[in-house]
């Protein structure tokens, strides 16, 4: 079996013998087979007896290598959701994979690839410090220079890792680094993505003229390459530029323009952080039903796709939906499960998000009193990531107004200065 012989029916007839005699276990849910612990040692120690493991494992690197970098491909268009469960099945030979790269040779290429191909895979399931694991640990191998146009794309992805866990300093330099690379190789595309990462490490800084220039000339030059993907997400970071500086109808057409060219190429993990802006964008209007529609379609598209880190934004959405509806518990406790979903992803606010949230909570505080604002928000915290989705998309209950509510329509009339713009970035 060592030269890989085998034909495609002969595998079937072996794997067929192998459960019937239960040393393969079939699940017929997922279609996969697996071995038991004890006869995965055994082949394991039989393989090093026969001095085949290398060759086997260097097979296996192979086989997932190719699996990755199809999966990178599917990941940015409508299969994704199916992809994103077939790399959960596969995680462990994944990992094996890199594990088998990181201990050999001639495994920093390969490495690399494998890496580059899984990150979006762990942006979405909120993988984020594992990501940055990963790509920094194979960028360290002097042999990752020889490939420059792999070395500048696994620098612009271990800086979008970075930015997700809010280490923009890191993310910056990853930035610029990589874009000096794509420059000496005349890679237009790649320097209009590294343009628009750029512009959105300065939008979270609070440097918006320098944002502003940034992720436009970003969406000039995905436009003029045909890039639709690259445009919307550069649309969708240009609004949220715009959204920060409080100038919203311009900053309501960028996210349409994004929403319209998202719903043509089919949705996916990009098009949830357009649809929790525009709810942002209602809430700012007073349209508390519209927003409402875009949280719940949000949820509802992450909930499909398996996607933790939007999650986290529709939860502070539908919290300010709640509170808008005289339902203050209710939002207290969605802040809390937002707050525990933050934990768990290692993805912090920036600054400006943290004091938006410390005001929202002090407001509820105030409005609820001490006691029942911390029971509701413990148990927020103490509701799990699929528990804290269904609440959220529950029916809305019929509910006593309250006095004062609605007094301030852009507000909820509870103090807190309009809705959170909770930002995510397209890569």
């Given at each position: 079996?060592?030269?890989g012989a085998?034909?495609?029916?002969?595998v079937?007839d072996?794997l067929?013998?192998l459960?019937?005699k239960?040393?393969v276990v079939?699940?017929a849910?997922?279609g996969?087979?697996?071995l038991?612990w004890?006869v995965?040692?055994?082949?394991?120690?039989?393989?090093?007896?026969e001095?085949?493991?290398?060759a086997v494992?260097?097979?296996?690197?192979?086989?997932?290598?190719?699996m990755?970098?199809?999966?990178?491909?599917a990941l940015?268009g409508p299969g994704?959701?199916?992809?994103?469960r077939?790399l959960?099945q596969?995680h462990?030979?994944?990992?094996a994979?890199?594990?088998h790269c990181a201990?050999s040779?001639?495994g920093?290429?390969p490495?690399?690839?494998i890496?580059?191909?899984l990150w979006?895979?762990?942006?979405?399931r909120?993988?984020?410090?594992?990501?940055?694991?990963?790509?920094e640990?194979f960028l360290a191998?002097?042999?990752?220079?020889?490939d420059?146009a792999?070395?500048?794309r696994?620098l612009?992805i271990l800086?979008?890792l970075?930015?997700?866990r809010?280490?923009?300093a890191q993310?910056?330099a990853?930035?610029?680094e990589?874009?000096e690379?794509?420059h000496?190789l005349?890679d237009?595309?790649g320097?209009?993505r590294?343009l628009s990462n750029l512009?959105?490490v300065h939008n979270?800084?609070?440097?918006?003229?320098?944002a502003e220039a940034?992720?436009?000339?970003a969406a000039?030059a995905?436009?003029?390459l045909?890039?639709r993907?690259?445009?919307?997400?550069?649309?969708h970071?240009l609004?949220l530029a715009?959204?920060?500086?409080r100038?919203?109808s311009?900053?309501?057409q960028?996210f349409?323009?994004?929403d319209?060219?998202?719903?043509e190429?089919?949705?996916?993990?990009?098009?949830?952080?357009?649809?929790?802006?525009?709810g942002?964008?209602?809430?700012?209007?007073g349209?508390v039903?519209a927003?409402?529609a875009r949280?719940?379609?949000?949820?509802a598209?992450?909930?499909?796709?398996?996607?933790?880190?939007?999650?986290?934004?529709?939860?502070?959405?539908?919290a300010?939906?709640a509170?808008?509806q005289?339902?203050?518990?209710?939002?207290a406790?969605l802040?809390?499960?937002?707050?525990a979903l933050h934990?768990?992803?290692e993805?912090p606010?920036?600054?400006?998000?943290?004091r938006?949230?410390?005001a929202?909570l002090?407001?509820?505080?105030?409005?609820l009193?001490?006691?029942?604002f911390e029971a509701?928000w413990?148990?927020?915290?103490?509701l799990g990531?699929?528990e804290?989705?269904?609440?959220?998309?529950?029916?809305?209950r019929?509910l006593?107004?309250?006095?004062?509510a609605?007094s301030?329509p852009s507000?909820?009339?509870c103090?807190?200065?309009?809705?959170?713009p909770?930002?995510?970035?397209f890569?």
């Amino acid at each position: 079996m060592s030269d890989g012989a085998l034909e495609a029916s002969e595998v079937a007839d072996l794997l067929a013998s192998l459960t019937e005699k239960s040393l393969v276990v079939y699940d017929a849910t997922t279609g996969r087979c697996s071995l038991l612990w004890m006869v995965r040692e055994y082949a394991r120690e039989a393989l090093a007896a026969e001095g085949e493991a290398g060759a086997v494992r260097r097979r296996h690197r192979e086989s997932f290598l190719r699996m990755a970098e199809e999966a990178a491909e599917a990941l940015q268009g409508p299969g994704q959701a199916d992809w994103l469960r077939r790399l959960d099945q596969d995680h462990d030979n994944l990992v094996a994979a890199l594990e088998h790269c990181a201990g050999s040779a001639d495994g920093a290429e390969p490495g690399l690839r494998i890496a580059c191909s899984l990150w979006r895979y762990w942006e979405v399931r909120g993988l984020f410090a594992e990501g940055v694991r990963r790509v920094e640990e194979f960028l360290a191998r002097p042999e990752s220079a020889g490939d420059a146009a792999l070395r500048a794309r696994a620098l612009n992805i271990l800086g979008n890792l970075r930015f997700r866990r809010g280490e923009y300093a890191q993310a910056q330099a990853a930035y610029v680094e990589s874009l000096e690379i794509r420059h000496r190789l005349g890679d237009q595309h790649g320097i209009a993505r590294l343009l628009s990462n750029l512009g959105a490490v300065h939008n979270d800084l609070g440097d918006f003229t320098t944002a502003e220039a940034l992720l436009t000339d970003a969406a000039a030059a995905a436009r003029s390459l045909g890039d639709r993907a690259g445009e919307a997400g550069d649309l969708h970071n240009l609004g949220l530029a715009l959204y920060r500086q409080r100038r919203f109808s311009e900053a309501a057409q960028r996210f349409l323009e994004a929403d319209q060219i998202l719903r043509e190429l089919g949705g996916g993990a990009t098009h949830l952080y357009v649809l929790q802006m525009l709810g942002a964008l209602e809430l700012e209007s007073g349209r508390v039903d519209a927003a409402e529609a875009r949280f719940r379609e949000m949820l509802a598209a992450a909930r499909d796709l398996g996607a933790r880190h939007p999650v986290l934004y529709g939860l502070y959405g539908m919290a300010h939906v709640a509170l808008r509806q005289g339902a203050p518990e209710r939002a207290a406790l969605l802040h809390g499960a937002a707050a525990a979903l933050h934990a768990a992803l290692e993805s912090p606010m920036d600054p400006a998000q943290s004091r938006e949230v410390e005001a929202a909570l002090a407001a509820l505080r105030e409005e609820l009193g001490g006691a029942r604002f911390e029971a509701a928000w413990s148990h927020g915290r103490q509701l799990g990531f699929h528990e804290a989705l269904d609440i959220a998309l529950e029916e809305r209950r019929e509910l006593p107004s309250r006095a004062g509510a609605g007094s301030n329509p852009s507000n909820g009339g509870c103090g807190v200065p309009g809705p959170l713009p909770y930002w995510c970035r397209f890569p």
